[in-house]
């Protein structure tokens, strides 16, 4: 061996230590994570939950801000810029990654490919509830009554492409039946007008809306995701009561700029495993109406793309654009 190539292998050999030692040591200065969200709602408090337990466990500070606007897109266009070097990650709720990519025309990242997925941290469900006027007690109540005068029963929501809008628009679906959307901005308002009567039936968040369902003044239908909430327990799910093949809700998940390193994605996602096995990080979730979600990267980068797929079908079918 050449003298010039001994001192190109030696080289090269020094390269693959020092990557593999960077990974092993990170990290080694703040990460910044970013919510495309405003602080208060339930995707920033569950980040910055997330963010201390990782920063307790990997010795450094993981500081959470704030990139509100244009449905999450300016948050995730952040991260999708930023270098591939794990101090830079997003934590999303699933609108901002399944729905805002079908609602604007143009994107300035690819909506998939710009990320690589982490974490699944948390999936929460909606709860279908109606004003006891309505006489709803049952999905089966709705649907009949919904059949029988189509376009006369309307639903609330927190906004146009909110989780909520959609939930109602894949009931319409695959129930086979005509309901009026009603938007209102943000889930308080919409849920005054539902206790009122000025609207029927409304998707909602669970810990919005049980206190009115503890009161009386909202009649529970059904939970919207595969299993029943620990804070709703008799209240059965939409498959039990009778709507095949209906799965809505929203979630919580961590995710980096395309092309992080795999040693940095699976250092995070064995941390995260970490603080989602712990008892206080889950009452946490449980309190959020939420439950602590499982799996690999591999896992979620599969569940990302059929979420995507699946909201963005119903988001065409609604006619979903930016406002």
Not at 225 to 246: C, K
């Amino acid at each position: 061996m050449t003298l010039s190539l001994r001192k190109l292998c030696a080289a090269t050999s020094l390269l693959f230590f020092a990557c593999g030692a960077a990974a092993a040591d990170y990290p080694t200065k703040p990460v910044r994570l970013i919510v495309p969200y405003a602080a208060g709602g339930s995707t920033d408090s569950t980040a910055r939950l997330v963010a201390k337990a990782l920063a307790q466990r990997l010795g450094q500070p993981f500081v959470v801000e704030n990139r509100a606007g244009a449905g999450g897109m300016i948050g995730q266009d952040v991260v999708a810029k930023a270098p591939a070097d794990g101090y830079m990650l997003l934590f999303s709720a699933a609108g901002p990654l399944t729905v805002t990519p079908h609602a604007y025309p143009k994107l300035p990242y690819d909506a998939i490919d710009s990320f690589t997925p982490i974490k699944l941290v948390a999936e929460s469900p909606l709860v279908l509830v109606a004003n006891p006027k309505t006489g709803f007690k049952t999905v089966h109540d709705l649907i009949e009554a919904a059949r029988a005068k189509p376009g006369t029963v309307t639903y609330a929501s927190f906004g146009n492409g909110s989780a909520a809008h959609l939930a109602g628009e894949l009931f319409k679906s695959i129930a086979k039946v005509d309901m009026v959307h009603v938007p209102y901005k943000g889930s308080a308002p919409g849920l005054v007008d539902v206790i009122s009567g000025q609207v029927d039936v409304m998707f909602d968040v669970l810990v919005s809306a049980l206190p009115h369902v503890q009161s009386g003044s909202l009649v529970p239908l059904a939970i919207t995701l595969g299993n029943r909430s620990r804070l709703m327990p008799a209240v059965p799910t939409m498959q039990e009561a009778g709507v095949d093949g209906f799965e809505a809700g929203t979630w919580f998940a961590v995710l980096g700029p395309k092309g992080l390193p795999d040693d940095v994605v699976a250092r995070l996602s064995q941390a995260l495993d970490e603080t989602m096995q712990t008892p206080g990080f889950q009452q946490a979730m449980i309190a959020q109406g939420a439950e602590v979600a499982s799996g690999t990267p591999e896992s979620f980068a599969r569940f990302f793309r059929a979420q995507y797929d699946k909201w963005g079908k119903v988001a065409h079918m609604a006619g979903i654009k930016a406002q």
